[in-house]
């Protein structure tokens, strides 16, 4: 409700925001008015500077990518761009959830509503112990999962390939936490 612009972009205090991702996406929000939010490529490296991995939707333009989020995130928290209007109409982020809230907001979203992609690297991720999503907090991350996964059963019940990703992706996570 603050925000007194007519986007939001959202930035964790340790994920870096490349030169020019504000100014393509609000260029991409402006050419696009159906388009709700816009995310952009991101890599992901540890403390050194190592790349961890990448996540690029592969596409440039306006897209509906409701199944290929449920598939895999990809629009994280710190590389979208909403339109205010939007947030102020309720899509904000589930509170319930101990993990994963930005995959959730952008899988509401995208249900209904198109987004589009920038196509570039524009946000780097800082990989470290102390994260929410990090190895040192694999209870949360485990809980978190569950609860992720129950809130979307119904739709992950209709791609059992996606749904045998989420439950290995937990076992993974066990098997971590011994």
């Not at 340790?14 to 050419?31: F, I, R, T």
């Not at 333009?61 to 590389?79: A, E, H, M, Q, T």
């Not at 994260?131 to 809980?143: C, E, F, S, T, V």
Request: hydrophobic fraction near 40%; charged fraction near 25%.
């Amino acid at each position: 409700r603050d925000a007194l612009g007519e986007y939001v972009a959202f930035l964790d205090d340790d994920d870096e925001w490349l030169p020019e991702k504000l100014e393509l996406q609000v260029n991409a929000l402006e050419k696009h008015p159906e388009a709700v939010l816009a995310f952009c490529a991101l890599r992901a490296v540890d403390d050194a500077g190592n790349i961890l991995y990448t996540r690029v939707h592969g596409v440039e333009g306006v897209v509906r990518p409701f199944v290929d989020i449920l598939y895999k995130s990809f629009c994280w928290n710190s590389g979208n761009m909403a339109r205010k209007q939007v947030l102020m109409n309720g899509y904000l982020f589930d509170e319930n959830l101990t993990k994963n809230q930005d995959w959730d907001f952008t899988l509401r979203l995208s249900r209904t509503m198109p987004f589009y992609s920038v196509n570039k690297q524009l946000l780097i991720l800082h990989i470290h112990g102390d994260q929410m999503g990090g190895p040192g907090n694999l209870k949360a991350r485990i809980l978190g999962y569950h609860t992720f996964l129950k809130k979307y059963i119904v739709d992950y019940k209709k791609h059992p390939d996606f749904l045998s990703m989420r439950y290995a992706e937990i076992a993974l996570l066990y098997r971590d936490n011994n």
